[in-house]
């Protein structure tokens, strides 16, 4: 059944703020559900302080990031925590898993690249997509690596209405419990089914084209035993920047069958997901004479890109004749199924034993058209000009539309006489995985003292296939970009020959095929010991290996008599062999005094590592990757009362070794060259969280991160005109990572608690396109807006308004260009990628 016919969930969202920190508690996978509120109950977030249903206050108990007999709450957590319930989730309502990240202090997020595919900085670790946190879904990993090489673990998770909260645990012990998760770990909490029949469904609407429908229901079965839940989401839209065909279609339906009985607990879920989501990338952004950086002209920088029906659908020739068909249409196209078994029983004398078993089967197929470059149409057409004695009776080259053949105007064509080198790549990767985590529990005392002690075993499987093929088209600079050819012509303006083919510039400048199998085996143990009432010390060790096997096709270059098939690379029918081990341990330390019931004091240090995967070996079977180490501690306050939350963790965080692959794309010859380089990293912040209920009708609520990222140990020769060149970046800031953002979230209650209104204004600080600190992103702001108005205990109304001053703020420059050293350097007119233009959506809830 294609999920595409199911009808299902609404946009779940993020809230803001009211995040607060939590304990070494992570009550084995027990789910936690809070009462049920009236619509207007929800709407008034101040009358429910130090309710069951306020997740800010700390007697909330926490579900992620430990193991243990006893449960935790908030107030006996010894690392830094932020929850966010279902109902700031509606009135963020984020458009993406990366979206509903972004109120937590410590993460910096990049979402503009639509609902899959993101990008999450944690806590000064420099690695793109989700490289330092990992993804839960109900406590266990929803990919076993997150950043399995073109393969981000958001794009294999959708939020719908069937998730009643999140959990953040920002470094602490994630990395003891979890593996890939250095920087933290994010946990998506199902609903579940109660005693009685209830349900919801939302209907969402918005103007650029959307339609979705969320839905869940839960009941019990029979004597009440049993329990069934169903939810998921369907939905289309065109996307905000519209690609002239559907960005956006599919949905997931998860169904959950579950029984409690004397001492325990069983569940079976299901989930299925079938979607397609747009991949959105750099458009021609330009700085100018005012100092301010929009489009260029004849583009729109809010809604436009490069992508559209001219590219939608190629026909590509391959160096083995058998073609390759390019289909843009199916963007992030995620074909998952996953499985999920619970079981959780414990046993006289405080002992527990809990075991999870998941198995995924997903299949990803990820097309994009990347600008690879941006320069001029002349400089282009000056770049090739030895090719005009090739072509009998040639005198110059123009570029011409490959649709219609009238020349395009290499001075002035659509306002900007500019050209784009784009790459259609398309991207298979099937991935199939089977995970199992279990542990065992046992409380005892020890004198005056208690200890909770866990001992687990981690065991995962994953199997990666890996294709690729990519080829290069020549495109003018307008939303929705047409295809040009670059011709050779006579004296008189008729065309000799084309050097480019339908506007295909150079067949196969991308080829891999690769497969891979990855083992990996953990055991881990923790301790909370308490050692007096107010005061614990939480211990913790994991050993891990992984053991990656596989093979990578050998290439070859194969000319096929044109320009544009003269350097198709292709397999070469020859195979090289990998087979390698990686392991490591790693510990944590951390202690938590509660000296009032209101106020805490914690601390926490932890050595922990991140082991290479298959997505080391993709394109290289003779790779050398290394263990990835780093020291990360923390100190944190928390203030907690009916009026004010008070939250502020000093972290520091030390990151060894980390590799960067610096891809070059050469224009010239349609090649990409690889840098490769290492370096540490050191950073210092603090991270804030506030929220401040003065009266019923008003609460204001904000989150901040102020740190100092930079790199350290940075260096590397590189040759240039035949003489080698020390590059220094020591000192410089990590890429992409601002040293100052914050996030206030002011929101009044009007008409008896029955309308909320809510805006967030968020602000990034100025970063950096690459290492070398040349390419620089200004400083940005956003305005969101959000409403609900609750019409009786069952229909609600929603509203939002998404950057509501149509900033342009810039989340990331070409990577294409450079990472190490950008090649856009002091260039006036660049590719980057600003945020989504302003957008408005509408919904209605019915709850049953």
């Known amino acids: 059944m294609q999920a595409r016919s199911i009808t299902l969930a609404i946009r779940l969202a993020l809230t803001a703020g009211a995040c607060a920190f939590g304990t070494s508690a992570f009550a084995a996978e027990t789910a936690v559900t809070a009462d049920a509120t009236t619509a207007a109950d929800a709407a008034d977030p101040a009358a429910r302080r130090g309710t069951a249903d306020d997740p800010s206050v700390l007697a909330g108990v926490v579900v992620t990031a430990r193991a243990g007999v006893d ?377 005056a003292q208690t200890h909770d002690v866990t001992f687990g075993w981690y065991y995962a499987k994953v199997d990666q296939d890996f294709d690729r093929y990519s080829s290069s088209v020549l495109l003018d600079v307008r939303d929705n970009a047409r295809l040009l050819d670059l011709v050779a012509v006579d004296a008189a303006g008729n065309v000799v020959a084309s050097l480019s083919d339908k506007g295909v510039w150079r067949y196969g400048y991308e080829w891999e095929n690769a497969s891979g199998t990855s083992t990996t085996h953990a055991a881990y143990v923790s301790d909370e010991w308490q050692i007096t009432d107010a005061f614990r010390l939480d211990l913790g060790a994991r050993w891990e290996k992984v053991n990656a096997q596989g093979w990578v096709e050998k290439r070859k270059q194969v000319n096929l008599g044109s320009l544009a098939t003269s350097q198709i690379w292709t397999g070469a029918g020859q195979y090289a062999f990998y087979d390698n081990d990686f392991d490591k341990i790693g510990w944590t330390v951390g202690g938590n005094w509660q000296f009032t019931p209101e106020t805490g004091v914690f601390a926490r240090y932890t050595s922990t590592f991140r082991l290479p995967n298959l997505g080391s070996y993709i394109t290289n079977a003779a790779a050398k990757p290394i263990v990835q180490t780093m020291d990360l501690a923390e100190a944190g306050y928390k203030y907690s009362t009916r009026e004010v939350d008070l939250f502020a963790t000093a972290f520091y965080t030390k990151y060894d070794n980390v590799g960067f692959s610096n891809y070059v794309f050469d224009p010239n010859n349609g090649s990409s060259t690889v840098q490769q380089g290492y370096a540490d990293t050191k950073t210092i912040g603090l991270e804030l969280e506030a929220a401040y209920y003065p009266t019923e009708w008003f609460d204001v ?111 990331e420059g070409n990577p294409r260009a450079g990472e190490l050293s950008s090649g856009d350097a002091g260039a006036n007119t660049f590719l980057a990628r600003p945020l989504l233009g302003r957008s408005y959506r509408f919904a209605v809830m019915y709850r049953f």
Request: proline fraction near 5%.
């Open 701 to 811: 609520s904000a989150t901040a991160t102020l740190q100092d990222p930079q790199y350290k140990g940075l260096r590397y020769t590189e040759i240039v005109n035949g003489a080698p060149v020390l590059r220094d970046f020591v000192g410089n800031q990590l890429i992409r990572v601002p040293k100052t953002s914050f996030r206030i979230v002011p929101g009044v209650n009007l008409l008896d608690n029955t309308l909320r209104l809510q805006a967030s204004y968020e602000h990034e600080g100025e970063r950096y396109v690459d290492t070398a600190n040349s390419v620089r992103l200004p400083k940005y702001r956003t305005v969101n807006l959000s409403a609900r108005y609750a019409l009786d205990d069952s229909w609600t109304l929603f509203a939002y308004a998404d950057n509501v001053n149509n900033s342009l703020g810039l989340t």
């Open 71 to 447: 449960t935790r709450t908030k107030q006996e957590t010894s690392y830094s925590i932020t929850t966010i319930d279902e109902d700031r989730l509606r009135l963020q309502a984020p458009t993406s898993v990366t979206e509903s990240l972004k109120s937590v202090p410590g993460f910096w997020v990049e979402a503009s690249g639509g609902e899959a595919s993101g990008n999450v900085r944690a806590r000064g670790i420099p690695v793109d997509g989700f490289g330092s946190i990992t993804l839960l879904d109900d406590g266990m990993p929803v990919q076993h690596d997150p950043a399995l090489g073109y393969l981000n673990g958001d794009q294999a998770f959708r939020l719908d209405e069937s998730v009643e909260r999140i959990e953040v645990v920002r470094g602490g012990p994630s990395s003891i419990f979890y593996s890939n998760a250095p920087a933290g770990a994010v946990n998506y909490i199902p609903r579940v089914a109660g005693d009685a029949p209830e349900g919801l469904f939302k209907y969402t609407v918005g103007d650029y084209g959307l339609n979705r429908a969320d839905f869940w229901y839960g009941t019990p079965l029979g004597d009440g035993a049993w329990k069934l839940s169903v939810g998921g989401y369907w939905r289309e839209s065109d996307g905000v920047r519209d690609p002239g065909f559907k960005a956006d279609d599919g949905g997931q339906v998860d169904m959950r069958v579950s029984r409690a009985f004397d001492n325990g607990s069983f569940s079976f879920d299901v989930k299925r997901l079938d979607d397609t989501v747009a991949l959105y990338l750099g458009i021609p952004m330009r700085t100018y004479p005012d100092g301010k950086i929009r489009a260029v002209p004849g583009f729109d920088g809010n809604y436009g890109t490069l992508a559209g029906p001219e590219t939608e659908r190629v026909n590509m020739i391959t160096g083995d004749g058998r073609g390759y068909f390019f289909d843009n249409g199916e963007g992030t196209h995620v074909d998952r199924t996953q499985a999920t078994a619970k079981f959780e029983y414990a046993f006289d004398g405080d002992w527990k034993f809990t075991n999870t078993f998941r198995h995924n089967d997903t299949e990803t197929q990820r097309n994009g058209m990347f600008p690879n470059t941006l320069l001029s149409a002349q400089a282009f057409i000056n770049q090739n000009a030895s090719q005009l004695p090739n072509y009998a009776g040639a005198t110059a080259l123009q570029l011409r539309y490959a649709n219609g053949g009238a020349v395009y105007d290499a001075a002035n064509g659509n306002g900007n006489g500019l050209l784009v080198v784009g790459g259609l790549r398309g991207v298979t990767v099937p991935v199939t995985e089977l995970m199992n985590d279990a542990h065992v529990s046992h409380k005892f005392d020890l004198g």
